[in-house]
């Protein structure tokens, strides 16, 4: 748990990264007003850059399997931290995330939750801001 | 003509500037440098300045970084919330409808980047291109598209290691280098023709400024965010000054193809790395996977 702890404290700093040169506007591509939400299981974590990326498989209600893609931030300070073990294939994960404004199957993550309850939430608005939305 | 440019520019500027209404991180390459705290600066300035065997200064280090730390911390139940606190809106601003746009455009770095007072004076057949490209930077900038921002909207180095003879700069960005001859040759005629994102460089010192001479330039990078275009006739020199642990870098840009006058870009003061430790990390792959989904012209 303790590591898990301090796991948790880098991924901060990774998610609090900016992405440098492909930089762009949430807003532009995602409607942070909305927000959609899923379960799926995590395909492939993309260190990338700009941004990191999550793949997902998300079965739905016919039984049919649809693919998922969400954006988060850049790679730099999770890597730093030597962060980049702690999302997996695999990984059963509930998604909240700002959905695309094309209406395709992408989302900028507000949340994951982990099946044990812990949730890592990296968004770019204050919840306590009161200028906040 | 100048002030007709000189408007044309602020014009510019301030069309831009209605739409966007945050300023969050700006890129690397573009941004303005943050100055340095002062009194920390001038302490880092009065070191004496290392010098080379040779008697020049010596530009050998790790340049930037070594700030940053803190950041959002988990919760005592392994709970982690990141959030960008930045917001430009006041709830009065919402309510009353100023901050509409907010949602619908960038609210980025886009003021910073459009808005600074120095910036390039096209020649007026270029004027309505400068536009186009920057209206359309989600589909035109090649930095955007993960190709390399190119001299000088690179800006300076990370790491230098300086020889008698070379100086050679190395990029945290896209693991890149660069190896400049120093012993003051002159272009190579076949390298000078080429048409590449660094050019071909050559440096001498005058004093204990080293002055590098870059010419062989594509017409595909820019010289800032806001479709700040040139020709394969850019002319480059790019001046490096050390003074105690800080190093000054300046570029300015010769391109009378487009531009009416040399484009002076503004002196980025870097410290010196305190951390004796420091290395590089290799840089990841750069993968654009947005444009196809941005449904805006803007990007902050």
Same mark, same amino acid.
């Given at each position: 748990?303790?590591?898990?702890?301090?796991?948790?404290?880098?991924?901060?700093?990774?998610?609090? !990264?900016?992405?440098?040169?492909?930089?762009?506007?949430?807003?532009?591509?995602?409607? %942070?007003?909305?927000?959609?939400?899923? %379960?799926?299981?995590?395909?492939?974590?993309?260190?990338?850059?700009?941004? $990191?990326?999550?793949?997902?498989?998300?079965?739905?209600?016919?039984?049919?399997?649809?693919?998922?893609?969400?954006?988060?931030?850049?790679?730099?300070?999770?890597?730093? &931290?030597?962060?980049?073990?702690?999302?997996?294939?695999?990984?059963?994960?509930?998604?909240?995330?700002?959905?695309?404004?094309?209406?395709? &199957?992408?989302?900028?993550?507000?949340?994951?939750?982990?099946?044990?309850?812990?949730?890592?939430?990296?968004?770019?608005?204050?919840?306590?801001?009161?200028?906040?939305? | 003509?100048?002030?007709?440019?000189?408007?044309? +520019?602020?014009? #510019?500027?301030?069309?831009?500037?209605?739409?966007? #209404?945050?300023?969050?991180? !700006?890129?690397?390459?573009? =941004?303005?440098?943050?100055?340095?705290?002062?009194?920390?600066?001038?302490?880092?300035?009065?070191?004496?300045?290392?010098? %080379?065997?040779?008697?020049?200064?010596?530009?050998?280090?790790?340049?930037? +970084?070594?700030?940053?730390?803190?950041?959002?911390?988990?919760?005592?139940? +392994?709970?982690?919330? *990141?959030?960008?606190?930045?917001? @430009?809106?006041?709830?009065?601003?919402?309510?009353?409808?100023? $901050?509409?746009?907010?949602?619908?455009?960038?609210?980025?770095?886009?003021?910073?980047?459009?808005? +600074?007072?120095?910036? @390039?004076?096209?020649?007026?057949?270029?004027?309505?291109?400068?536009?186009?490209?920057?209206? &359309?930077?989600?589909?035109?900038?090649?930095?955007?598209? $993960?190709?390399?921002?190119?001299?000088?909207?690179?800006?300076? @180095?990370?790491?230098? #290691?300086?020889?008698?003879?070379?100086?050679?700069?190395?990029?945290?960005?896209? &693991?890149?280098?660069?190896?400049?001859?120093?012993?003051?040759?002159?272009?190579?005629?076949?390298?000078?023709?080429?048409?590449?994102?660094?050019?071909?460089?050559?440096?001498?010192?005058?004093?204990?400024?080293?002055?590098?001479?870059?010419?062989?330039?594509?017409?595909?990078?820019?010289?800032?965010?806001?479709?700040?275009?040139?020709?394969?006739?850019?002319? *480059?020199?790019?001046?490096?000054?050390?003074?105690?642990?800080?190093?000054?870098?300046?570029?300015?840009?010769?391109?009378?193809?487009?531009?009416?006058?040399?484009?002076?870009?503004?002196?980025? %003061?870097?410290?010196?790395?305190?951390?004796?430790?420091?290395?590089?990390?290799?840089?990841?792959?750069?993968?654009?996977?947005? =444009? #196809?989904?941005?449904?805006?012209?803007?990007?902050?």
């Amino acid at each position: 748990m303790k590591k898990m702890f301090g796991l948790l404290a880098i991924v901060a700093l990774c998610l609090a !990264a900016k992405p440098v040169v492909a930089h762009h506007a949430l807003q532009a591509e995602f409607d %942070t007003a909305k927000r959609g939400e899923f %379960t799926g299981t995590l395909t492939k974590f993309a260190l990338i850059n700009p941004h $990191c990326r999550w793949f997902f498989e998300v079965k739905k209600a016919d039984g049919t399997v649809a693919k998922w893609e969400i954006t988060g931030a850049g790679p730099g300070a999770l890597r730093a &931290n030597g962060m980049t073990r702690l999302f997996a294939s695999g990984q059963t994960l509930k998604v909240t995330y700002a959905p695309a404004r094309d209406g395709s &199957n992408t989302g900028r993550v507000v949340t994951f939750t982990f099946p044990d309850g812990r949730t890592v939430t990296m968004y770019h608005e204050d919840p306590n801001n009161p200028n906040d939305l | 003509m100048r002030q007709k440019l000189v408007r044309f +520019g602020i014009a #510019v500027a301030s069309a831009m500037a209605i739409s966007l #209404v945050t300023i969050h991180a !700006a890129p690397q390459y573009d =941004a303005a440098p943050a100055p340095a705290p002062q009194a920390a600066g001038a302490q880092q300035q009065n070191i004496p300045t290392p010098r %080379t065997a040779d008697g020049h200064p010596d530009l050998s280090g790790m340049w930037g +970084g070594g700030g940053g730390g803190g950041g959002d911390k988990p919760d005592e139940k +392994g709970n982690l919330t *990141v959030v960008f606190k930045q917001r @430009p809106c006041s709830q009065q601003q919402r309510d009353i409808g100023e $901050c509409a746009q907010a949602v619908n455009f960038e609210r980025d770095s886009g003021v910073e980047q459009r808005a +600074g007072a120095n910036m @390039p004076m096209y020649k007026a057949e270029y004027w309505e291109r400068v536009q186009y490209l920057d209206r &359309n930077g989600i589909q035109e900038d090649p930095a955007f598209h $993960c190709k390399p921002a190119g001299v000088p909207r690179m800006g300076p @180095p990370a790491k230098l #290691v300086q020889t008698a003879t070379e100086l050679i700069m190395l990029y945290q960005q896209n &693991n890149l280098f660069r190896i400049v001859p120093i012993d003051g040759r002159p272009h190579d005629p076949i390298k000078s023709q080429d048409t590449t994102w660094y050019g071909d460089a050559v440096g001498k010192w005058e004093g204990d400024t080293l002055v590098i001479d870059i010419v062989g330039f594509n017409d595909e990078s820019w010289l800032g965010w806001p479709g700040w275009l040139h020709s394969n006739n850019m002319h *480059v020199v790019e001046k490096y000054t050390r003074t105690g642990n800080t190093l000054t870098w300046q570029a300015t840009v010769d391109d009378p193809d487009v531009l009416t006058q040399p484009f002076v870009m503004n002196p980025r %003061t870097i410290r010196l790395n305190p951390n004796a430790k420091a290395t590089f990390q290799e840089d990841l792959p750069c993968e654009e996977r947005d =444009a #196809v989904h941005i449904v805006t012209h803007e990007r902050g």
